[in-house]
């Protein structure tokens, strides 16, 4: 399983948790997981190239 996918996921486990009353934290640290994860697919489709 790619590393971004594995950020997103838990990232917004963490967001779920920390929505659900574990605390303000949480909430923080999921928003941090999920935008990294989404910020890794942006950068690795930007290195890929069209036409080898």
């Known amino acids: 399983m790619p590393l ?3 950020l997103i996921i838990a ?3 963490v967001l779920v948790l ?3 009353g ?3 934290f ?3 640290l999921g ?3 999920a935008v990294v994860g989404v910020v890794l697919v ?3 489709r930007g290195e890929r ?3 080898g």
Do not use: N
């Open 4 to 6: 971004w996918l594995v």
């Open 26 to 28: 949480f909430i923080y």
């Open 49 to 51: 190239r069209v036409g």
């Open 11 to 13: 990232g917004l486990v």
């Open 18 to 20: 920390g929505l659900a």
């Open 22 to 24: 574990l605390g303000q």
């Open 31 to 33: 928003l941090i997981g």
């Open 42 to 44: 942006m950068v690795g």
